[in-house]
Structures are given as structure tokens and as C-alpha cells.
């Protein structure tokens, strides 16, 4: 596979989806010419059986010698035996190929992802990334194969049809270069005639679908009023207007098909009527073999030309698919880090500096004249309303988003000259909701560190309070948690989180609602775990639940984006301002 940094160095913006497709494809040039060879090779008893066939006409009708026959069957059992070994070769470098370059797109996508904005991810869903990393590669996969497949199939015998004719019966080229195109458009002109009906088709097909979904949705509905009958007479509309348009559908297939199967019969019942003429009248240098061949490869030629006239709508999905990758690999929205300073060392002291933000498409800023000073291994809290800006916050600390104005500097430096990814080495992210997958409960805990022993690890667990059940565990630090942590309970899935943060020992420590939607048992316990992590740490915190964030050693009072208040516990209360009517709304 390319290096990951390969594919990301195309510009995707603006390219022809086929200029981005051959730059996939560039590491692969000399197998894919490979293949093509093959693939003529293992092909070649298509286009050279009715040259054989008319060599053997003449041997018996001339009464030449059977050696002749022999010969001619030898040659072709020749060929045929060629076919198994040059057609692995074909799948080897062709399909291979295909397999390839759709491996470097994923991994080209994959690679974007990770480069994209926080902001960028926000706005584009998981499941329109995950089709485009999935789906449009396999689409582009499929259609290089079955283009190489149909393609290579019908230039093999245009190729050596053509030049057998050329050959041996020359005065008929013209006729084929001339006839063969023109019957093949003709018969694509009357299947395109059928574009709209599969469309009729393709529409009432998907209302189906949508009336299914509506009819299943509404079930304990229905059933509870006793409305079986309705919803069934609903469906059974549907499903009559399907009917019908998939039997109009198939009349028309049927009319078309007929149609263009008895005009290239007919044109070819002209082209094997023409040549026996002239043989029969000596016209040309015809023999009554070149007769069977020019019927034979009549038929062969336009199937070749219709073929390769049907691709379109094959490569034309492939290179929509290509289209569809680009809208991720030549977003603009990255985290640029290249060329900044690198993080080696973190005391935690932050300084807000006048910072405002604003999301796209925002009428008034998240944040605003947001100014502070955080000191190394102080724990500020930031409570307020939904929308007050809390959040922004935290995503201006780790990084996610950039101040629209005014600075934010860590340790006296300025956050946009850093490099990102190395500060965040020395940060630790416990979220509201912990995010495991479907690995061990060690490989969730170590993630991302290497060389890290079972003892490190117990240590980290029983400092998050997390020992005493993954002991419990079937197969301990061994135990599989599920997708997301399935198998675990939500606070056994936080205490994973504090686990894997403790693990790393962080300098700068972020707590998002952490404790916001757990049982009053299990809050208790993480609470227990969040004393210990945040000793001697710089820590943010955001909470709804005034209880939690009590012990703060400042607590950050926001509304509308902006700071209303700061102080401890102790001397917001005393003012009687937001904080202590937000407490007494709580305490009520």
C-alpha cells in the first residue's frame, strides 16, 4: 500500500474524476498492462474460433489434407488451454489492482478524517463518511473489474475480428467498419426508448418502500383500533400501481428485446446472404469457409460494440463514486499543524485573552469577551444554561475549534503556533458519554500507549475504582466489552474512561458532564475516582449538577457566552447572583 500520506497529496479539487482515478491507480500501471496481455491471451479462442471454423469448412468442402484439420483443432486446444493460467494471471493484476487502488482510497479517507476539523465532522453525519469509506470504494472497485471484465472482453474480439478480416477477406472491412457500429447504436437507441419506464418503475418501487416503513411504524397503532383491514387496503393500493407498472415494464422489455434481436439477425441473415453471393457468382476471393466467418463474426462484432455502448451507465457509477470520495478529500476544513511549534512540556496555566467564537451559519457568537486566567493544577468549573457557551470552551481548550478573536495562550504561548497533536499528549478527555470499542478491557484502558505492563493498568483501574468489577469479569483484564461497550453498565463504562485517562497521567485534564447520567451509587463512585485524578492537574470541568463541581477552586458562571460570574461555592452564594438562583432552583 501507498504511504498514507500518497493519495492526499492529489489535488482532488476540480479534477476530472478519471485523472483522480489514474492517480489511484499509478502505483499499479505495470501490473494493469500485465493484465491487459493476459487477458488477450486467455480471450483469444472468442475471436479465433470462427477463423478455425472456416479453415475446417475449407479442408472438408476442398478436400484438403486432414492434417490441415489436426492442425487447426490442435491450435485451438492450445489456446484453450492457455485460458486457465493467463486468466489467473488477468485476475492477479487486474482485479488485484482494483482491490489496491480501493485500498488507497480508504486509507486516503480515512487519513482526511482524521486531518479534519472537529467543526467539519459536526456538520457532516458518521454514517455519509462511512458510506463514502465503504460503499463508493466497493462501487469503484466493482466497476474497474466488470469494466475490465465486458471491456477487455469486447476490444478483444473488435481487435481480432477486425484484423482477421482485414486479412484474409479485406474487400468486407469496409462493410464491417460501417454496418456493425451502425446496428449496434441502433439497437442502444431503442433501449434507451425504455429510460422512462424503468423510471415510472424505479419511483413506484420506492413509494412501496416508504409504505412499508410507514405500515410496520404504525402496527401497535393499527392493531390497538382495530384498523387492520384500512392499513391492508392502504398496501394493497400500493402494490396494484407496482404491479402494474412492472407489467408494463416487461411488455415493453419484451417488444424492444424482439425488436432488436430480429434487426441484427436480419442484418446478419444480409451479411452471410452477401457473402455466399459472392462466392457463389466468384465476386471476390471468397471461400465458402470465409462465408461461416464473416457470419460468425458479424454477430460476435455487434454484441462487442453493444457491449461497450452499455458500460456507460456502469462507469459512469464508478465515476460518481469518485466524485462522492473527493467531497472528503478536497475539504478545505483541516487542522493545520504543519510547521508549528511542538508541544515538549505542559505546566497548565491557560490565559483567555478577549476570545470570542461563532459557529458557521451562526447568528450571534457561542462565546464572547471571554477572558481568564487559568493557573497550572487549579480546577475551574464551567456551569450555566444549555447554549451559554460551556462547551465552546471546552472545545477552544483541546483544540477542536479556534478563537474567531482574541487569543488563548498555554504556558505564555500562543495556542494558534503549536502544534495540536503534540499538546494533546499531555491532555486527558473524560466525556459524558465514554466512548470504548469492541476490544479488552486492557486494550480500552492502553489505548494508544505501547509498553504499558497489567500492573500499570490495574493500578490506573483501581485508582478509577474500576478493579473491584473487572476482577469480577469472566476473563478479567481480557474481557471483551462489546461495540461501544455493550456488555457494560454506564458507570463501569465511565470508570473505564477515568481509567484510561489516570493511564496517561495528563497535565491539563477536561471532565464533560461525567457524572451527568449516572445512578446516584455509581456518581458517588466516580466522584471518589475524579478526586484522585484531578490532584495536581489543570482541570475543566462542565456540569449541569451544581453538586458536582462544589469543591472547584473556582466555578465559572456563564450566560449567553459570556462570564456572568467567578468565584468559589462558598462566594457565589453569598452574592445571590445567577449561581445561587441557579442553586436554589436545583435544591428545590
Same mark, same amino acid.
Request: hydrophobic share 45%; aromatic share 6%; glycine share 10%.
Given at each position: 500500500?501507498?504511504?498514507?500520506?500518497?493519495?492526499?497529496?492529489?489535488?482532488?479539487?476540480?479534477?476530472?474524476?478519471?485523472?483522480?482515478?489514474?492517480?489511484?491507480?499509478?502505483?499499479?500501471?505495470?501490473?494493469?498492462?500485465?493484465?491487459?496481455?493476459?487477458?488477450?491471451?486467455?480471450?483469444?479462442?472468442?475471436?479465433?474460433?470462427?477463423?478455425? $471454423?472456416?479453415?475446417?469448412?475449407?479442408?472438408?468442402?476442398?478436400?484438403?489434407?486432414?492434417?490441415?484439420?489436426?492442425?487447426?483443432?490442435?491450435?485451438?486446444?492450445?489456446?484453450?488451454?492457455?485460458? &486457465?493460467?493467463?486468466?489467473?494471471? !488477468?485476475?492477479?493484476? *487486474? !482485479?488485484?489492482?482494483?482491490?489496491?487502488?480501493?485500498?488507497?482510497?480508504?486509507?486516503?479517507?480515512?487519513?482526511?478524517?482524521?486531518?479534519? #476539523?472537529?467543526?467539519?465532522?459536526?456538520?457532516?453525519?458518521?454514517?455519509?463518511?462511512?458510506?463514502?469509506?465503504?460503499?463508493?470504494?466497493?462501487?469503484?472497485?466493482?466497476?474497474?473489474?466488470?469494466?475490465?471484465?465486458?471491456?477487455?472482453?469486447?476490444?478483444?474480439? %473488435?481487435?481480432?475480428?477486425?484484423?482477421?478480416?482485414?486479412?484474409?477477406?479485406?474487400?468486407?472491412?469496409?462493410?464491417?467498419?460501417?454496418?456493425?457500429?451502425?446496428?449496434?447504436?441502433?439497437?442502444? *437507441?431503442?433501449?434507451?426508448?425504455?429510460?422512462? &419506464?424503468?423510471?415510472?418503475?424505479?419511483?413506484?418501487?420506492?413509494?412501496? #418502500?416508504?409504505?412499508?416503513?410507514?405500515?410496520?411504524?404504525?402496527?401497535?397503532?393499527?392493531?390497538?383500533?382495530?384498523?387492520?383491514?384500512?392499513?391492508?387496503?392502504?398496501?394493497?393500493?400500493?402494490?396494484?400501481?407496482?404491479?402494474?407498472?412492472?407489467?408494463?415494464?416487461?411488455?415493453?422489455?419484451?417488444?424492444?428485446?424482439?425488436?432488436? *434481436?430480429?434487426?441484427?439477425?436480419?442484418?446478419?441473415?444480409?451479411?452471410?446472404?452477401?457473402?455466399?453471393?459472392?462466392?457463389?457468382?466468384? *465476386?471476390?476471393?471468397?471461400?465458402?469457409?470465409?462465408?461461416?466467418m464473416l457470419s460468425a463474426y458479424f454477430?460476435?462484432?455487434?454484441?462487442?460494440?453493444?457491449?461497450?455502448?452499455? %458500460?456507460?451507465?456502469?462507469?459512469?457509477?464508478?465515476?460518481?463514486?469518485?466524485?462522492?470520495?473527493?467531497?472528503?478529500?478536497?475539504?478545505?476544513?483541516?487542522?493545520?499543524?504543519?510547521?508549528?511549534?511542538?508541544?515538549?512540556?505542559?505546566?497548565?496555566?491557560?490565559?483567555?485573552?478577549?476570545?470570542?467564537?461563532? &459557529?458557521?451559519?451562526?447568528?450571534?457568537? #457561542?462565546?464572547?469577551?471571554?477572558?481568564?486566567?487559568?493557573?497550572?493544577?487549579?480546577?475551574?468549573?464551567?456551569?450555566?444554561?444549555?447554549?451559554?457557551?460551556?462547551?465552546?470552551?471546552?472545545?477552544?481548550?483541546i483544540g477542536f475549534l479556534r478563537p474567531? #478573536?482574541?487569543?488563548?495562550?498555554?504556558?505564555?504561548?500562543?495556542?494558534?503556533?503549536?502544534?495540536?497533536?503534540? !499538546?494533546?499528549?499531555?491532555?486527558?478527555?473524560?466525556?459524558?458519554?465514554?466512548?470504548?470499542?469492541?476490544?479488552?478491557?486492557?486494550?480500552?484502558?492502553?489505548?494508544?500507549?505501547?509498553?504499558?505492563?497489567?500492573?500499570?493498568?490495574?493500578?490506573?483501574?483501581?485508582?478509577?475504582?474500576?478493579?473491584?468489577?473487572?476482577?469480577?469479569?469472566? +476473563?478479567?483484564?481480557? $474481557?471483551?466489552?462489546?461495540?461501544?461497550?455493550?456488555?457494560?453498565?454506564?458507570?463501569?463504562?465511565?470508570?473505564?474512561?477515568? +481509567?484510561? +485517562?489516570?493511564?496517561?497521567?495528563?497535565?491539563?485534564?477536561?471532565?464533560?458532564?461525567?457524572?451527568?447520567?449516572?445512578?446516584?451509587?455509581?456518581?458517588?463512585?466516580?466522584?471518589?475516582?475524579?478526586?484522585?485524578?484531578?490532584?495536581?492537574?489543570?482541570?475543566?470541568?462542565?456540569?449541569?449538577?451544581?453538586?458536582?463541581?462544589?469543591?472547584?477552586?473556582?466555578?465559572?458562571?456563564?450566560?449567553?457566552?459570556?462570564?456572568?460570574?467567578?468565584?468559589?461555592?462558598?462566594?457565589?452564594?453569598?452574592?445571590?447572583?445567577?449561581?445561587?438562583?441557579?442553586?436554589?432552583?436545583?435544591?428545590?
Amino acid at each position: 500500500m501507498a504511504a498514507p500520506q500518497g493519495p492526499l497529496d492529489h489535488r482532488y479539487r476540480g479534477e476530472h474524476p478519471v485523472r483522480t482515478l489514474a492517480y489511484l491507480l499509478r502505483p499499479d500501471r505495470g501490473r494493469l498492462a500485465l493484465g491487459v496481455l493476459a487477458f488477450l491471451v486467455k480471450h483469444s479462442p472468442t475471436w479465433l474460433m470462427p477463423l478455425i $471454423t472456416a479453415n475446417i469448412v475449407d479442408i472438408v468442402v476442398r478436400h484438403r489434407p486432414v492434417s490441415g484439420l489436426w492442425l487447426n483443432a490442435g491450435l485451438l486446444l492450445l489456446t484453450l488451454a492457455l485460458n &486457465y493460467p493467463f486468466h489467473l494471471l !488477468y485476475v492477479r493484476c *487486474w !482485479y488485484g489492482s482494483a482491490r489496491r487502488m480501493g485500498n488507497r482510497m480508504r486509507s486516503a479517507l480515512c487519513h482526511r478524517m482524521q486531518q479534519l #476539523s472537529i467543526g467539519y465532522h459536526s456538520k457532516v453525519s458518521a454514517g455519509a463518511l462511512q458510506t463514502k469509506v465503504i460503499r463508493d470504494a466497493e462501487n469503484v472497485e466493482t466497476s474497474l473489474q466488470q469494466t475490465g471484465d465486458q471491456g477487455l472482453s469486447a476490444l478483444a474480439m %473488435l481487435i481480432g475480428a477486425l484484423t482477421v478480416i482485414g486479412v484474409r477477406t479485406p474487400a468486407f472491412l469496409p462493410v464491417f467498419l460501417l454496418v456493425v457500429p451502425a446496428a449496434s447504436a441502433l439497437v442502444m *437507441w431503442l433501449r434507451g426508448r425504455l429510460r422512462a &419506464y424503468n423510471e415510472s418503475f424505479r419511483q413506484e418501487v420506492e413509494h412501496l #418502500s416508504s409504505r412499508v416503513s410507514e405500515m410496520t411504524t404504525l402496527i401497535p397503532i393499527t392493531r390497538a383500533h382495530g384498523l387492520e383491514h384500512t392499513a391492508l387496503r392502504r398496501m394493497d393500493g400500493t402494490l396494484r400501481q407496482v404491479l402494474a407498472a412492472g407489467l408494463r415494464l416487461d411488455r415493453l422489455n419484451g417488444r424492444f428485446g424482439a425488436l432488436a *434481436w430480429i434487426l441484427l439477425n436480419a442484418l446478419g441473415v444480409g451479411c452471410l446472404a452477401g457473402a455466399a453471393l459472392a462466392a457463389y457468382h466468384g *465476386w471476390l476471393a471468397v471461400t465458402p469457409g470465409d462465408v461461416v466467418m464473416l457470419s460468425a463474426y458479424f454477430s460476435s462484432l455487434t454484441a462487442a460494440v453493444t457491449t461497450l455502448m452499455g %458500460l456507460t451507465p456502469l462507469i459512469s457509477k464508478g465515476l460518481e463514486s469518485v466524485r462522492s470520495a473527493g467531497e472528503v478529500l478536497q475539504a478545505p476544513d483541516l487542522e493545520q499543524n504543519a510547521g508549528k511549534t511542538e508541544v515538549t512540556a505542559v505546566r497548565g496555566r491557560f490565559d483567555f485573552q478577549d476570545v470570542r467564537h461563532v &459557529y458557521d451559519d451562526a447568528d450571534r457568537h #457561542s462565546v464572547r469577551d471571554f477572558t481568564l486566567t487559568v493557573h497550572p493544577g487549579e480546577t475551574v468549573a464551567l456551569v450555566g444554561a444549555s447554549g451559554a457557551g460551556k462547551s465552546t470552551v471546552l472545545g477552544l481548550v483541546i483544540g477542536f475549534l479556534r478563537p474567531a #478573536s482574541g487569543r488563548i495562550l498555554l504556558d505564555g504561548v500562543d495556542m494558534q503556533a503549536l502544534d495540536l497533536r503534540s !499538546y494533546r499528549r499531555f491532555l486527558s478527555v473524560v466525556p459524558q458519554e465514554s466512548i470504548l470499542f469492541e476490544g479488552t478491557v486492557r486494550d480500552n484502558v492502553a489505548y494508544g500507549l505501547t509498553g504499558v505492563g497489567d500492573e500499570e493498568i490495574r493500578a490506573a483501574l483501581r485508582d478509577a475504582n474500576a478493579l473491584e468489577f473487572v476482577d469480577r469479569l469472566p +476473563a478479567g483484564l481480557d $474481557t471483551v466489552v462489546g461495540e461501544r461497550g455493550a456488555r457494560l453498565s454506564g458507570g463501569q463504562k465511565q470508570r473505564l474512561a477515568i +481509567a484510561r +485517562a489516570l493511564i496517561r497521567d495528563p497535565r491539563v485534564l477536561v471532565l464533560d458532564e461525567a457524572t451527568s447520567a449516572l445512578d446516584s451509587h455509581s456518581e458517588a463512585m466516580i466522584q471518589q475516582a475524579l478526586a484522585r485524578l484531578v490532584r495536581g492537574r489543570t482541570v475543566f470541568v462542565v456540569a449541569h449538577r451544581l453538586s458536582t463541581v462544589r469543591g472547584a477552586d473556582r466555578i465559572v458562571v456563564m450566560d449567553e457566552g459570556r462570564i456572568a460570574e467567578v468565584g468559589s461555592h462558598g462566594e457565589l452564594l453569598r452574592r445571590g447572583g445567577l449561581y445561587a438562583r441557579m442553586q436554589a432552583v436545583q435544591s428545590a
